[in-house]
Nanobody, 123 residues
């Protein structure tokens, strides 16, 4: 059972990046899935989630309109499209699967976690 995140890297402010997360050993469409991030010295925060029932999405206010979560069940992969990136978006980004079908980004609702991928936004 594993979640493998990828796509992180160094990007200039204002540019875009797409993160991917592929599951192995279980299906991503069992429950809600979500993306989180953790910056140095800060707590892990929920960014976005998507339901497995009706694709209903949740976004944290500070990423709403810039980030988009999606899933491809045929590839057992989830994505986070990040646009208009800012230096304050610099963090390690994590994908996760919840133990329920709807989530508002509470880390306690998530059972399976990827290893994290570093995103650095800097000129």
């Amino acid at each position: 059972v594993q979640l493998q995140a990828s796509g992180g890297g160094l990007v200039q402010p204002g540019n875009s990046l797409r993160l991917s997360c592929t599951a192995s050993g279980f299906s991503l469409d069992r429950y809600a899935i979500g993306w989180f991030r953790q910056a140095p010295g800060k707590e892990r925060e929920g960014l976005a989630s998507i339901s497995n029932i009706d694709d209903k999405t949740y976004y944290a206010d500070h990423v709403k309109g810039r980030f988009t979560i999606s899933r491809d069940n045929t590839r057992n992969t989830m994505y986070l499209q990040m646009n208009s990136l800012k230096p304050e978006d610099t963090a390690v980004y994590y994908c996760a699967q919840a133990g329920r079908s709807y989530s508002r980004g509470n880390p306690g609702e998530y059972d399976y976690w990827g290893q994290g991928t570093l995103v650095t936004v800097s000129s």
